[in-house]
């Protein structure tokens, strides 16, 4: 499996080449459109099918998870591409706010509601547009009769963490309960965003978003890292051991699953299309079910719903990017994606008959009628404290998940070591975003 690391170095190192050989920045004519997404794989082959359709050509530059280093190494070079697909509202904001960005103005007439327009706006100018959405609240299990024989999806976390002890202590071989691929950061995050969701008002998601409070003010943060503390040092609760699974990546984890060496697997909708690539060479299906609540009585539709989604940018300079992004936002223009499965639509006006089976139409339908959604926590943080290889919350959470998973280290005692480092790097991204660093 080819890293992060290596693929950002090899699209860095071309997008520095090719820009000596390019005159000017966005927009230059003789070539094709180029927009950035960070989708590879099948993601990536489902998205050229779409701007297939496109009135002009367009060339799909696959950049990796850190596209915000590759973008802003093609704007040192001065070749930024036209467009860019962001996985992260607080790069639209950041980007709008060092000029980087031209502003979508009124052809972008959907509000999304959804995802939240006002994450993509900046001293009142719309930036970004959303153009694809994830549900981030789903565990995916392997199925009744798996090597574990029958047993219930778990409903909240007290019935999870039971479930998860009595599976670690099954007799079985090389099968864990739990598979969690907590190499790449955001994986952790995520699991963060559900518990603390799951215990706190949208004010705290805000404030710490927004930088307004700090992280140690909130008894809500305390108790999510307890939680998933208490968890995930269980002994026997991974495939491996926590050291393994300390390096393990997203798609290793997914495989863990499908292949039985792991029971269930938490992440988003997303995990479908990565399960279908590898049942082609056999192995289970698998079923999901929401993530479970803290609480104990409260029905799925009552619960919040930790959302993500990837929004489009125009670059300064590009007269086309904003005609692309216009064409990108109409509810017509994903259905070819919708058909073969792995896209959720952040339009209201999407048909759900186009999506594939029932599984995709429900998530599609909870996404549409969940009554508290949060957007992923982690996304709307500036880039010092978001996270990327070995930095930001990322690390913070990694180092949190030794210390439970491997070290033994007391669930209290890293709690607060991880608290504080969380104010720390809080302030340091306040701080940098203050002086213009990042830029």
Not at 297 to 306: A, E, F
Request: with cysteine; proline share 5%; charged share 25%.
């Amino acid at each position: 499996m080819i890293s992060r690391r290596a693929l950002l170095r090899t699209a860095t190192a071309a997008a520095v080449s090719t820009a000596a050989g390019m005159m000017g920045g966005c927009g230059s004519s003789g070539r094709p459109l180029q927009v950035a997404v960070v989708w590879s794989g099948d993601e990536r082959e489902r998205f050229r099918e779409v701007v297939n359709h496109y009135e002009s050509s367009v060339d799909v530059l696959s950049v990796g998870d850190n596209i915000d280093a590759f973008l802003r190494a093609r704007r040192r070079a001065g070749s930024s591409p036209d467009v860019a697909i962001l996985p992260r509202p607080g790069l639209v904001t950041e980007y709008a706010r060092a000029e980087l960005l031209s502003s979508l103005g009124k052809e972008i007439a959907n509000p999304f509601p959804q995802l939240r327009r006002d994450l993509l706006e900046f001293e009142g100018k719309l930036f970004g547009a959303w153009v694809k959405a994830a549900h981030k609240s789903l565990f995916w299990r392997l199925p009744p009769g798996d090597p574990f024989g029958t047993w219930d999806d778990p409903q909240n976390w007290d019935e999870l963490k039971h479930t998860v002890r009595t599976l670690a202590k099954t007799d079985r071989t090389h099968v864990a309960p739990l598979a969690i691929g907590a190499a790449d950061g955001w994986v952790l995050t995520d699991w963060f965003e559900n518990v603390l969701a799951a215990i706190s008002p949208p004010d705290v998601y805000r404030d710490l978003a927004k930088g307004k409070s700090a992280w140690s003010n909130h008894d809500a943060v305390h108790q999510a890292l307890s939680h998933l503390g208490d968890l995930w040092g269980i002994r026997g609760a991974f495939s491996g051991g926590g050291q393994r699974a300390l390096t393990t990546q997203f798609g290793e984890s997914v495989i863990q699953v499908i292949t039985g060496q792991a029971a269930m697997v938490f992440e988003g909708d997303f995990v479908a299309t990565l399960a279908g690539s590898y049942r082609k060479q056999g192995g289970n299906k698998l079923t999901h079910f929401r993530f479970p609540d803290i609480e104990k009585d409260r029905t799925p539709k009552n619960r919040p719903l930790v959302v993500g989604g990837d929004a489009a940018v125009v670059f300064e300079g590009s007269h086309e990017g904003h005609d692309f992004v216009e064409w990108l936002t109409q509810p017509d223009t994903f259905t070819p994606w919708i058909r073969k499965g792995g896209y959720l639509s952040p339009h209201p006006s999407a048909s759900v008959k186009e999506y594939p089976d029932a599984r995709i139409r429900d998530l599609a339908d909870e996404l549409s009628t969940a009554r508290d959604l949060r957007f992923d926590l982690s996304d709307q943080l500036p880039s010092g404290f978001t996270g990327a290889d070995g930095v930001g919350i990322w690390r913070i959470l990694q180092k949190f998940f030794a210390e439970v998973a491997i070290e033994g280290t007391g669930v209290r005692r890293a709690v607060c070591q991880t608290i504080e480092e969380l104010d720390d790097a809080a302030k340091d991204a306040a701080r940098q975003a203050q002086d213009g660093r990042g830029r």
